[in-house]
């Protein structure tokens, strides 16, 4: 979706989701901006997803660095096409989708201006730290959240902060699922960032 004031939404949705699912997120976030929204590629028992894993919270770290990369490269060749650059770029993921976007931001973090992790938690531990000034990232975590645990959630903050991204924990009292006071909450964090229309 072609927006009109420069920002671009990559938006990546969760297990069994698709390229749909997250565009209303998107336009309430920002609804001048440009969206990218590709589906996963892994099909787990007829569920999109962006990368492969063993169990749940369990993921298959090949499989995850290869699907970054390949996320990575569909990025640089859209900002080619459309004529747009990293900076202009902000994921908002979703659990799965938001696992991807981390791990965006850890392997490949020249792609992404920054962030919107909702439920989302360590994709994998980084062997150094990386340089992540200048990025800003939201994550907003459910209390009773049943499969993202708090401590995982926090371990993430800790190593994107490590890394020098400026980054905003938010626990809500929620579970796994997505509640609109949280979007109103991704929506007045990401507004600094827009460009005036």
Request: net charge negative; charged share 25%.
């Given at each position: 979706?072609?927006?009109?004031?420069?920002?671009?939404?990559?938006?990546?949705?969760?297990t069994?989701g698709?390229?749909e699912?997250?565009?209303?997120?998107?336009?309430?976030i920002?609804r001048?901006?440009?969206?990218?929204?590709?589906?996963g590629?892994?099909?787990e028992?007829?569920s999109?997803r962006?990368?492969r894993r063993?169990?749940?919270?369990?993921?298959?770290?090949v499989?995850l660095s290869?699907?970054?990369?390949d996320?990575?490269d569909?990025?640089?060749?859209a900002?080619?096409?459309?004529?747009?650059?990293?900076?202009?770029?902000?994921?908002?993921?979703?659990s799965?989708g938001a696992n991807?976007?981390?791990?965006?931001?850890?392997?490949k973090?020249?792609?992404?201006?920054?962030?919107i992790?909702?439920?989302?938690?360590?994709?994998f531990?980084?062997?150094?730290?990386l340089?992540?000034?200048?990025k800003?990232?939201l994550?907003?975590n459910?209390k009773?959240d049943?499969?993202?645990?708090l401590?995982?959630?926090?371990?993430?903050?800790?190593?994107?902060?490590?890394s020098?991204?400026?980054?905003?924990?938010q626990?809500i009292?929620?579970?796994?699922n997505?509640?609109?006071?949280e979007?109103?909450?991704a929506k007045?964090?990401?507004?600094?960032?827009?460009?005036?229309?």
């Amino acid at each position: 979706m072609e927006g009109k004031n420069g920002r671009v939404i990559l938006a990546l949705h969760g297990t069994g989701g698709n390229e749909e699912d997250l565009l209303p997120v998107a336009r309430a976030i920002d609804r001048n901006a440009s969206v990218l929204s590709p589906r996963g590629k892994v099909n787990e028992n007829g569920s999109n997803r962006f990368f492969r894993r063993f169990s749940e919270g369990i993921f298959d770290l090949v499989d995850l660095s290869e699907q970054t990369d390949d996320l990575a490269d569909f990025l640089i060749n859209a900002a080619s096409r459309f004529g747009f650059a990293p900076e202009d770029i902000t994921a908002v993921g979703y659990s799965n989708g938001a696992n991807i976007a981390s791990s965006l931001m850890l392997r490949k973090p020249q792609v992404l201006a920054g962030a919107i992790l909702l439920r989302g938690m360590v994709p994998f531990e980084p062997a150094s730290p990386l340089d992540l000034k200048g990025k800003r990232v939201l994550m907003i975590n459910g209390k009773t959240d049943p499969i993202v645990p708090l401590d995982n959630a926090e371990r993430l903050a800790t190593i994107l902060r490590g890394s020098g991204a400026d980054v905003d924990l938010q626990i809500i009292d929620a579970g796994h699922n997505l509640t609109k006071e949280e979007i109103e909450t991704a929506k007045a964090w990401y507004a600094p960032t827009q460009v005036a229309t």
